[in-house]
T-cell receptor, first 112, second 115 residues
Framework: QQQVKQSPQSLIVQKGGISIINCAYE??????FPWYQQFPGKGPALLIA?????SEKKEGRFTISFNKSAKQFSLHIMDSQPGDSATYFC???????????FGQGTTLQVKP | NAGVTQTPKFQVLKTGQSMTLQCAQD?????MSWYRQDPGMGLRLIHY???????DQGEVPNGYNVSRSTTEDFPLRLLSAAPSQTSVYFC??????????????FGPGTRLLVL
């Protein structure tokens, strides 16, 4: 049972465009939602994270939007650049357990 | 700081062989964990440790063993390798279990192929 569902599986965006990746979760006990960026051959790296008491968080060109009632959250990459081409994972965390549940991942390709 | 280091980078095993994947961190993190990454599955938690001498199971623990004798090291043992264990394995660490979502650092990964 996939507790965090991520879409799309892959995404192609033109340089300068907006990349949008969506995630949905089932467990209302989740209380922290990080996004990770992974380049080929590397480990994932924390990109940005949000708590459910906040509807939006922005860091540079990266924005998380959170809809608690719909149990959905999304990553928006503004002015997408070829250097943003990577795999992105959403995740959810419950309390102090340390157990992250990851989405399936989205491979983003930004064309020059 | 070297961060989180993993060895080996790549390993080929035959079915039934055993091996240990090494993981070390030099950030004095209490919490360490092992994930496996498979296409279309994201990352799945295998085992984790909240401190030296304390380990627990994650989502997919079967076929794997861990121990944590020091704060720095968290090896993952494959007891009898199976082709289903072909995957990329990542070790990660954070200051505490409660800070995982904010400050978790991943190692570079070990690619394992089981024939």
């Amino acid at each position: 049972q996939q507790q965090v569902k991520q879409s799309p599986q892959s995404l192609i965006v033109q340089k300068g465009g907006i990349s949008i990746i969506n995630c949905a979760y089932e467990n209302t006990a989740f209380d922290y939602f990080p996004w990770y960026q992974q380049f080929p051959g590397k480990g994932p790296a924390l990109l940005i994270a949000i708590r459910p008491d906040v509807s939006e968080k922005k860091e540079g060109r990266f924005t998380i939007s959170f809809n608690k009632s719909a149990k959905q959250f999304s990553l928006h990459i503004m002015d997408s650049q070829p250097g943003d081409s990577a795999t992105y994972f959403c995740a959810a965390n419950r309390g102090n357990t340390g157990k992250l549940i990851f989405g399936q991942g989205t491979t983003l390709q930004v064309k020059p | 700081n070297a961060g989180v280091t993993q060895t080996p980078k790549f390993q080929v095993l035959k079915t039934g062989q055993s091996m240990t994947l090494q993981c070390a961190q030099d950030m004095n993190h209490e919490y360490m964990s092992w994930y496996r990454q498979d296409p279309g599955m994201g990352l799945r938690l295998i085992h984790y440790s909240v401190g030296a001498g304390i380990t627990d199971q994650g989502e997919v623990p079967n076929g794997y063993n861990v121990s944590r004798s020091t704060t720095e090291d968290f090896p993952l043992r494959l007891l009898s390798a199976a082709p289903s264990q072909t995957s990329v394995y990542f070790c990660a660490s954070s200051y505490t279990a409660s800070s995982v979502a904010e400050t978790q650092y991943f190692g570079p990964g070990t690619r394992l192929l089981v024939l």
